[in-house]
């Protein structure tokens, strides 16, 4: 052996064991670095020389139509503390203050007592964490900013050691309302929208990134701006939060009766085309409902018997059949093309020989079915082209993400059995979103005027409107106005006569379809698993002067299925309460001894209005209308400040309409198509016993009923 070699092997083992030793605390030491204090030494590196630093901007807010906030965005915290800054005077200090900090700590979060805040600061500073969380769940800005006025926590962050991460959070003031119509935000607000009006108009509420970097001047960093960051810009929709409520409540109640699968309800307003309420409720596994999918816009399902009036309209506009047109539906039950067609009454015999209005009251799917056959068996493509005539198939493009367009195809575009074409008149074998239909019927409300549903109608700066969105024309007029005016009617007696009546209201008049459809479950037919049931109702109100559309559209996972009574029920309760919400004099129309009125003029013969409004020079067109020596039937078209007097033809062999003409003129017009006229009430003319568009016999009776 080597003179001394034990020694040497001693000291060289003892020094690998020293290295192995710093070498596993250098392996420590950057686990605790990389993982433990991570999130600290990246504070501490952006402290220093950064170069294009992104500054994220402030999204803009989503308001409602009547100014409130529905969804804004505002900053959460997480709170730490790193025990080592400031050494052993912060130390000192924090040991003196603890009681008074866990206290103060307890106050602004009583979930948790001021002993457990006690042990566990006292355990992050036997850790001597740089990085120690303070409290689990994000806080607000309020509690963040109670929290640094505590003792120690008030310093500096290289002083006291308290810290904060911030995060921008999307916060909704109203909670689920709207809230699928509003859309989310992903958790972290950096990676955008995901869907509804946030994703739709995301890039304007976003704004724009600047950019920074830091700079040492004067032995301090600074943080130079290079770009400034632009905050987006704010939307203002169309939804009313007031009405919004108002739709849900109702829904929500009645789909809580029926243990419906899912519910929706949209109100629209009928000139503008403004969704003021949109309500999409789907029931959770928790038995509860809330806003998963927005199903107005999304879901594709056969409409059933609302789309009986579209049916109808075509016909009407074909002139195939007039409102008093004949249709022996016998006992309930006909074969149509070797499948029995049905009326729901079938069972207690039918409704036999009755005409189109009386069709639509009860809804019979032989009468509306026998009729389209009769006329469009031997060409289908004409019923279909009619129906794309009124524009109820043209894709709106609203924007949302998930947004279906209606599927309406005729034996161009697929295969057309015989059965095809009774069964697509009365709402099957046809796809329409709710929104869809809808914006038809408040085609029919708007005088023939189909406009584009709009859910933005604004873009606003500080304050400042900088883009309005102008209503859209989607079809300026789907049909005739003789057309027009009988389904109208209708309409009208759908609800005041017919199977509609809970959706009516003792308040005001109200117009509108039921419908009652059993759901397909695909492949599977009808009736796999028991038969659902979709029942709607879509119609309009006030019947005369026409402001909302409205439709309410309810699944139902069993029967008994009646749109009147179940859908048309939550119609009557959202408009009796928007009728209430607006009933107040508007400051607008006070007048006083000096102000120009416009006088409230009836329908009729425009001369004797046009010579009064001249002579009292009321701002109007009265000039345009010649002197003549025969009547000049039209209607007057009132505003704040002008009159404009508009004429209307009347067809030789069908009944005119005469509503809204006073009594004079209402009974010299019958009498001379060779009507006798019997009157009930005073003023002007709000309702006629024969619909306007039937054709006329002479020696008929008609009622009119004035107010």
């Known amino acids: 052996m080597v003179p001394g070699q034990k020694n040497i092997i001693l000291r060289y083992t003892l020094i690998m064991f020293i290295m192995a030793l710093l070498a596993i605390a250098i392996i420590a030491k950057a ?28 999204r803009g807010n989503i308001i409602s139509a009547d100014g409130k906030l529905m969804a804004s965005s505002l900053p959460e915290y997480k709170i730490y503390m790193d025990f080592k800054a400031g050494g052993e005077t912060k130390d000192t200090m924090l040991m003196n203050h603890l009681t008074e900090i866990c206290e103060g700590l307890h106050q602004i979060f009583p979930d948790k007592s001021a002993k457990e805040f006690r042990q566990h600061i006292l355990k992050g500073r036997r850790q001597k964490s740089r990085n120690y969380l303070l409290y689990p769940r994000r806080i607000s800005y309020i509690e963040y900013k109670e929290a640094k006025k505590l003792p120690v926590f008030n310093l500096s962050k290289f002083k006291g050691g308290f810290h904060e991460l911030a995060f921008n959070q999307r916060k909704k003031p109203f909670g689920s309302l709207a809230a699928r119509t509003l859309g989310d935000m992903y958790p972290d607000v950096t990676l955008g929208a995901k869907n509804g009006i946030e994703l739709t108009y995301d890039s304007i509420l976003k704004g724009q990134d600047g950019i920074t970097h830091r700079q040492k001047v004067m032995n301090k960093y600074l943080n130079i701006i290079d770009k400034p960051a632009v905050d987006g810009c704010d939307i203002i929709t169309t939804i009313d939060v007031d009405m919004q409520d108002i739709a849900e409540k109702a829904l929500v109640d009645q789909l809580k009766n029926l243990e419906a699968v899912f519910g929706v309800a949209i109100v629209m307003d009928v000139a503008t085309g403004e969704v003021k309420a949109n309500v999409n409720m789907t029931r959770a596994g928790d038995g509860n409902y809330y806003e998963m999918r927005n199903i107005a816009v999304s879901n594709l399902m ?36 070797g499948s029995n067609m049905k009326d729901w009454n079938w069972y207690k015999g039918g409704y036999g020989k009755i005409d189109v209005t009386r069709i639509m009251e ?18 289908p493509q004409k019923f279909i082209d ?92 789907i049909c005739s106005d003789t057309t027009l005016t009988m389904i109208q009617g209708i309409l009208r007696k759908v609800v005041s006569q017919g199977l509609a009546k809970p959706a009516g209201s003792k308040q005001f008049s109200v117009s509108g379809k039921t419908g009652t459809a059993q759901v397909s479950q695909g492949k599977a037919g009808y009736k796999a698993g028991g038969v659902s049931y979709l029942v709607s109702f879509c119609g309009y109100f006030p019947s005369e002067a026409p402001k909302y559309s409205c439709m309410v559209s309810i699944q139902i996972p069993h029967g008994p299925a009646s749109g009147g009574l179940q859908a048309g029920s939550v119609f009557s309760r959202i408009a009796e309460r928007i009728y209430a919400k607006h009933l107040y004099q508007d400051l607008a129309s006070a007048k006083d001894s000096t102000s120009i009125i416009i006088p409230k003029i009836k329908n009729g013969d425009l001369r004797e209005a046009s010579y009064v409004l001249q002579n009292l020079n009321i701002q109007s067109n009265s000039s345009s209308i010649p002197k003549s020596g025969t009547p000049i039937w039209g209607k007057a078209n009132c505003t704040t400040t002008y009159a404009e007097l508009k004429r209307t033809n009347t067809e030789k062999n069908l009944v005119p309409n005469v509503r809204g003409m006073g009594a004079k003129d209402a009974v010299y017009l019958l009498e001379s198509k060779g009507l006798h006229v019997r009157l009930s009430g005073t003023g002007k003319v709000i309702r006629q016993s024969l619909n306007a568009g039937s054709y006329l016999h002479k020696g008929q009776t008609i009622t009119l009923t004035l107010n």
């Open 386 to 477: 009619g129906l794309k005539r009124m524009s109820i198939d043209k894709p709106l493009n609203l924007g949302f993400v998930g947004e279906a367009s209606p599927r309406i195809l005729g034996p161009k575009e697929r295969y057309f059995a015989k059965t095809s074409l009774p069964w697509m008149s009365i709402g099957y074998e046809t796809m329409i979103p709710p929104i869809y239909m809808l914006n038809f019927y408040n085609a029919i409300a708007n005088n023939g005027v189909m406009v584009k549903p709009k859910f933005v109608k604004a873009i606003a700066k500080d304050g400042e409107i900088i883009q309005e969105f102008p209503t859209e024309i989607v079809n300026p007029k």
């Open 362 to 379: 009860v809804s019979s799917n032989v009468g509306v079915s026998s009729i389209i056959d009769k006329f469009y068996g031997d060409n």
């Open 302 to 337: 056969e409409p059933g018997s609302t789309f009986k009036t579209a049916s109808i309209m075509v016909a009407l506009e074909d002139k195939f059949i007039t409102p008093d047109y004949m249709v022996d539906t016998g006992n309930g039950v006909v074969n149509m093309h």
């Open 31 to 58: 686990a605790i670095i990389m993982f433990a204090e991570r999130q600290y030494w990246k504070d501490v590196a952006d402290r220093f020389i950064k170069e294009n630093v992104i500054v994220h901007p402030t």
